[in-house]
């Protein structure tokens, strides 16, 4: 069965950097577009980067452009979310999933697979 692992969430100060990367297995890891999600305690889920399964298409939530980068290593079957400058407000769990044949879109229905999720901290 399909399985995405993360891994590298943690407790950071703010303006530290995190690398959280997610492990796939089970699919044809290079017809998945891939995405990062996260979510607050009392807030919707949402999609902070995202990469098509070319990899010629990237989305990046406007508050973490600049600060995060997504990339996809096909013969790892790994996905990657560098996150620099960290600040308190990406406080959250981190999601990553995979779309089928996906444009790197943000939008949480057009996954089919997720993981487990892994929490990232920053205090001030």
């Known amino acids: 069965q399909v399985q995405l692992v993360e891994s590298g969430g943690g407790l950071v100060q703010a303006g530290g950097s995190l690398r959280l990367s997610c492990a796939a297995s089970?699919?044809?890891?290079?017809?998945?577009?891939l995405g990062w999600f996260r979510q607050a305690p009392g807030k919707e889920r949402e999609c902070v980067a995202a990469?098509?399964?070319?990899?010629?298409?990237?989305y990046y939530l406007d508050f973490v452009k600049g600060r995060f980068t997504i990339s996809r290593d096909n013969g790892k079957n790994t996905v990657y979310l560098q996150m620099n400058s960290l600040k308190p407000e990406d406080t959250a769990v981190y999601y990553c999933?995979?779309?089928?044949?996906?444009?790197?879109?943000?939008?949480?229905?057009?996954?089919?697979?997720w993981g487990q999720g892994t929490q990232v901290t920053v205090s001030s």
């Open positions: 990469i098509s399964w070319s990899a010629g298409r990237t």
């Open positions: 999933a995979a779309e089928f044949l996906g444009r790197g879109q943000n939008r949480v229905n057009a996954y089919n697979y």
């Open positions: 089970g699919l044809t890891f290079s017809n998945y577009g």
